[in-house]
């Protein structure tokens, strides 16, 4: 397996050789916690699994692969991989992040962890000058967030934080690495919650992190190996298997949530659409040069703007609640980016715990994270549940 390799290739084969005791072409669920010993200080690479272990180690290598990382780690859940980077900040340092980003992130900087951060629009350069302190260390990025969907140039932000003396940390849950690689555009981490387009089929819970830089890595490792927060085997199987058909669940979740978003564009019932494929997007020249498919080749083609959508209701927070009992494929659920269709009310959901603040979710909006289903059957069943809003 080399570099020069294509993405789906990669998907399928990196850090994943037949086992070779059995010749399995599938990576076997390691589930032990101990390994014999063939003298004092003398392993064959693994001693327990809390430090390592050999089918998180596939998926560990695999991630890396295909975010173009000499490194990648594990843990049980994507906050889990949040919270090991954070602890590379001393107590009290200062971070920025976006002012419309996931309400877990804000929620572990604000209750738990002894950090000092300011949340500003991060595609606003200006904004991030006048937010900056001489003891600001790092960036952390979402594009496109969640769930506004707004975008931010990573290139530019990672510039901006290394000119300073920090550096640039990005949340790509939501492009992928088939869609976007941020250490390519200057970037020093890259998180993921690999519950969801990585895993793809809501039935595991798990975070990566993505690092070139050696003593990074170490150091984050440290926190993953001490604290302990790591997936168990059963949990790297699946979203092993989930990774060997990313390539493809995200041609079609793409091409289905851009129906979607053209498709609530133009009903009546629908105050306003974001989607960084539609043209009128405020971000949507940067999305189209920075998420960019891998192709079959292992190159790069042309945009892919991933397929989460959200909408507000022109009758506003009542139409957006009616609504959430109406559909039919689209189930009222937590999560996003498995096969099905889910649709969320993030106001009261996954961003309840900024309610009442400045970071608030506007209790109009209804996001979508929108499935492989056939692209006719979820537009009819939004046009059923939107109509009956009338």
């Known amino acids: 397996m080399t570099d020069s390799d294509g993405f789906d290739t990669r998907a399928i084969h990196a850090g994943q050789e037949p086992d070779p005791a059995t010749g399995a072409v599938t990576v076997p669920i390691y589930q032990t916690s101990t390994y014999a010993q063939d003298g004092l200080g003398r392993n064959r690479g693994f001693e327990y699994s809390r430090t390592s272990n050999p089918t998180r180690q596939a998926l560990e290598q695999c991630l890396a692969s295909l975010e173009g990382a000499r490194f990648g780690m594990a843990f049980a859940s994507g906050m889990a991989a949040e919270d090991a980077v954070l602890r590379q900040l001393a107590p009290g340092e200062h971070l ?46 979402e594009s496109p967030t969640n769930p506004s969907l707004g975008i931010v140039d990573i290139a530019a932000v990672a510039a901006f934080a290394h000119e300073r003396g920090a550096w640039c940390v990005v949340d790509n849950t939501f492009a992928t690495p088939y869609l976007q690689r941020p250490l390519e555009l200057g970037a020093d981490v890259v998180v993921h919650s690999a519950t969801k387009y990585l895993g793809g089929h809501s039935d595991v819970i798990g975070g990566l992190v993505a690092v070139d830089d050696p003593e990074r890595a170490a150091a984050i490792g440290l926190v993953q190996r001490a604290a302990g927060a790591v997936p168990g085997p059963f949990d790297c199987f699946l979203v092993l298997r989930g990774i ?144 009956g809003l009338r």
């Open 244 to 387: 060997k058909t990313l390539g493809l669940r995200m041609d079609r979740h793409c091409a289905n949530a851009a129906a979607v978003a053209e498709f609530l564009d133009g009903h009546p019932a629908v105050a306003s659409v974001r989607y960084p494929g539609l043209a009128d997007h405020p971000g949507h020249h940067v999305a189209a040069a920075q998420m960019r498919p891998a192709s079959r080749s292992g190159g790069r083609s042309g945009p892919g703007f991933g397929g989460m959508v959200t909408f507000t209701l022109a009758g506003g927070a009542d139409s957006a609640r009616a609504l959430l009992g109406r559909t039919r494929l689209f189930t009222l659920g937590e999560s996003l980016g498995g096969v099905e269709s889910l649709l969320s009310y993030p106001s009261a959901m996954s961003h309840a715990s900024v309610a009442g603040t400045a970071l608030a979710v506007d209790p109009a909006l209804v996001r979508l994270s929108v499935g492989i289903e056939d692209v006719a059957d979820l537009v009819e069943d939004l046009a059923q549940a939107l109509d």
């Open 96 to 141: 920025i992040l976006s002012s419309d980003g996931y309400g877990g992130t804000h929620r572990l900087l604000s209750q738990v962890l002894p950090l000092d951060f300011s949340t500003v629009d991060l595609s606003d350069l200006e904004a991030v000058a006048t937010a900056w302190r001489d003891d600001t260390r790092l960036v952390w990025v």
